[in-house]
């Protein structure tokens, strides 16, 4: 059974700072790829995801991330992060046909204004 | 965009009651929606899928006589915890697939359970 793992529990930011959040799936095969985030009190929200075609995917609100195939990585980034994308950053894989999600166990990022 | 809306958003029940949780699609129909589990500092784990008219498929270690899970139409899951206990507390999130495809899936906000 395919297992995503984020590499870090909490990210503790100053405002301006790049991000870089890790996240590793375990599947040799073709995978859907994606980021959600969860903003205190609020529900899951899609911030990008990968299907197919360019590896270096753009988001919403200024994250991106890339597909490194050979590295099973999908990691997500922002060159400056604000006091508002305080939350909580969960990796999820499908494959391709499937329709549950398999969760990574998430990474709280906080940033201090 | 789809929304998809679950009721309550906290629940703190007694042990030995049961728990009911709505899920529901606002503006489309779903087939089928997901219930998720998140214990705390883990990650949200599928618990069951909801087809509509028919009955939940569970995944594995799930106990389907103690989440009963209901699916009565197009736009309404719900899921009952029976004789819940305090181990039973965590947050249980629904998602449903939006219409247009392109995994268009959107997740309810949450609901919070704490069983004393």
């Known amino acids: 059974a395919q297992s995503v793992s984020q590499h870090n529990h909490h990210v503790i930011l100053s405002e301006a700072a790049s991000l870089e959040l890790g996240c590793n799936y375990s599947?040799?095969?073709?995978?859907?790829l994606f980021w959600y985030v969860q903003y205190p009190g609020q529900h899951l929200q899609l911030l990008l995801k990968?299907?197919?075609?360019?590896?270096l995917v753009k988001g919403i609100k200024g994250f991106e991330a890339e597909f490194i195939k050979s590295k099973f990585s999908f990691n997500l980034r922002k060159p400056s992060v604000q006091w508002s994308d305080t939350a909580e950053y969960f990796c999820?894989?499908?494959?391709?046909?499937?329709?549950?999600?398999?969760f990574g166990p998430g990474t709280r990022l906080s940033v201090l204004p | 965009g789809a929304v998809v809306s679950q009721h309550p958003s906290r629940v703190i029940c007694k042990s030995g009651t049961s728990v009911k949780i709505e899920c529901r699609s606002l503006?489309?129909?779903?087939?089928?929606m997901f219930w998720y589990r998140q214990f705390p500092k883990q990650s949200l784990m599928l618990m069951a899928t909801s087809n509509e008219g028919s009955k939940a498929t569970y995944e594995q270690g799930v106990e389907k006589d103690k989440f009963l899970i209901n699916h009565a139409s197009l736009t309404l899951s719900t899921l009952t915890v029976t004789s819940a206990h305090p181990e039973d507390s965590s947050f249980y999130i629904c998602s449903a697939r939006g219409p247009g495809g392109d995994y268009g899936y959107t997740f309810g906000s949450g609901t919070r359970l704490t069983v004393v």
């Open positions: 503006d489309f129909q779903a087939t089928t």
């Open positions: 599947y040799g095969g073709t995978v859907n």
């Open positions: 990968y299907f197919s075609g360019d590896p």
């Open positions: 999820a894989v499908t494959l391709p046909g499937g329709q549950n999600f398999v």
